[in-house]
Nanobody, 115 residues
Framework: QVQLVESGGGLVQAGGSLRLSCAAS????????MGWYRQAPGKQRELVAT???????NYGDSLKGRFTISRDNAKNTVYLQLNNLEPEDTAVYYC?????????WGQGTQVTVSS
């Protein structure tokens, strides 16, 4: 079983920055993919970014450039740096870990961007 604990969300003004963290505990596999998804009110959950154990990354459409995903394999932690935030980025951000057929989700952290 894997537990994911997110932190770093909050309220920020447009143009500001936040750094989200997600620490995984438990048996998370030697090779896995960790990532971030977000869900705004009334919208479907969407991909923000993922990163594999070998550090290859994938970003959602139009988010690369403002958002940067990274990970520390020794700490089983994934980070999401959010820069130049816009009100449209307001959402609950969820951490995800996948290995093999297994997929785990964190409880989510709220990011609110005021105009």
């Amino acid at each position: 079983q894997v537990q994911l604990v997110e932190s770093g969300g909050g309220l920020v003004q447009a143009g500001g920055s936040l750094r989200l963290s997600c620490a995984a505990s438990g048996s998370s596999g030697g090779f896995n993919e960790m990532g971030w998804y977000r869900q705004a009110p009334g919208k479907q959950r969407e991909l923000v970014a993922t990163i594999r154990s070998g550090y290859s990354t994938n970003y959602g459409d139009s988010l690369k450039g403002r958002f940067t995903i990274s990970r520390d394999n020794a700490k089983n932690t994934v980070y999401l740096q959010l820069n130049n935030l816009e009100p449209e980025d307001t959402a609950v951000y969820y951490c995800n870990l996948r290995y093999g057929p297994r997929s785990y989700w964190g409880q989510g952290t709220q990011v609110t961007v005021s105009s």
